[in-house]
């Protein structure tokens, strides 16, 4: 089999001692695609427990990953454009940068988008094994100049897709790890957690990206049952929403309490006390399943087959068109009230 795609796994019995030091690229800035990540960083962990394993993420997720139990060290850069990845130094300086020592092992994470400069980062540090999806799935060049080229598991014919954690799975499979971990995979912070509300809804109208957004009026009538059934109703909003809570609030005909401008680990908090969390395809939804609250995603165009969050209670509506506009609120509630009611889903 040729450099190009080899899906034949390290040698486990000698990896423990010659993998002192790991490094984990996931320098992408979607949060959503670094927890579907998780599993796959969390099994490395737990596969070399006497490794330095080294975190390597976006900007935008440092406060995300901080204080998770996935690595010994956390490495922040700015990968938006290539000189964000250039001021973390060429070869020399990337490996003062991070931590001196050159890695035995770097495995650089991607999903179905490739950053040329995370690549970058991986070849820079000239680790001595360099593991990645073949870049040649991506239309690119081998800029991480990967040591193994791990073929990209694309979905078979008359299959569906796979999975996006397992996805990164198989890279873990390839150094020897894979075992799937136990969810939660995302551990909220207890003294954060000891200040946030039990048993709380939360619905989150918006979304970064608009063809992921679900009419918002929507989450209004979601709003009103949940409101009749005794439930306390929070919205969340994000900084790129737009007017999405305050066109579901005029829906709704009355006004809620509403979450912005909050860190992440305080996010996590809330939603591990949640009794249940609806929102569109993006990061908080991930989180809210990451830390075990039951959830429900409304998928139009992304599928769930591949996109769900990793969690143990964690649910989508879809119309069979794909077309968001095409579900009604009848046909999320008819998912999330099921949840709220199920032993498995209770709040802990």
């Known amino acids: 089999m040729s450099a190009a795609a080899q899906p034949t796994p390290a040698h486990p019995n000698s990896a423990d001692h010659a993998h002192a030091r790991i490094h984990l690229y ?30 390597i993420v976006g900007s935008q997720n440092a406060a995300a990953v901080r204080g998770q139990p996935w690595a010994d060290e956390i490495r922040v850069v700015d990968t938006r454009n290539f000189l964000g990845a250039l001021r973390a130094g060429t070869p020399g300086a990337a490996r003062a940068a991070f931590g001196g020592a050159r890695p035995d092992l770097a495995v650089y994470f991607t999903t179905v988008s490739y950053s040329r400069s995370g690549a970058m980062l991986a070849r820079w540090s000239l680790a001595r094994e360099r593991v990645g999806f073949d870049p040649a799935w991506y239309a690119e060049r081998d800029r991480a100049a990967l040591t193994r080229r791990i073929a ?10 796979p999975h996006q954690s397992e996805v990164a799975l198989t890279l873990a499979r390839a150094v020897g790890a894979g075992a799937v971990p136990a969810p939660p995979h995302y551990i909220a912070d ?13 619905l989150h109208p918006g979304a970064g990206k608009l063809h992921n957004r679900w009419p918002a009026e929507r989450f209004g009538a979601i709003a009103r049952e949940l409101l009749a059934a005794g439930r306390d109703v929070l919205w969340i909003e994000g900084p790129q ?4 809570v305050e066109t579901a609030a005029a829906a709704l005909g009355r006004s809620l309490p509403i979450v912005r401008g909050e860190t992440i ?11 249940l969390y ?15 609250c039951p ?13 769900l969050p990793v969690g143990r209670c964690v649910r989508s509506a879809r ?19 099921p949840l709220l009611e199920g032993e498995r889903c209770t709040v802990v």
């Open 152 to 161: 990209y598991p694309a979905a078979r014919e008359g299959q569906p897709p």
């Open 295 to 307: 959830t429900v995603g409304v998928y139009g165009w992304t599928d769930p087959v591949e996109w």
């Open 265 to 275: 680990p305080m996010l996590a908090a809330r939603f591990a006390r949640a009794a």
């Open 319 to 337: 119309a069979a068109d794909h077309n968001l506009e095409s579900i009604l609120a009848r046909d999320v509630l008819d998912v999330a009230l």
């Open 190 to 202: 207890p003294a954060l957690a000891a200040r946030a509300p039990k048993g709380a809804v939360y």
């Open 278 to 292: 609806v929102g569109n395809d993006t990061g908080p939804l991930h989180l809210a399943g990451g830390v075990g």
């Open 241 to 244: 929403d737009g007017d999405c």
């Open 26 to 55: 996931r320098p992408q800035n979607q949060l959503g695609d670094l927890l579907l990540n998780v599993p796959a960083i969390r099994s490395i962990r737990e596969r070399f427990p006497r490794a330095h394993v080294v975190l």
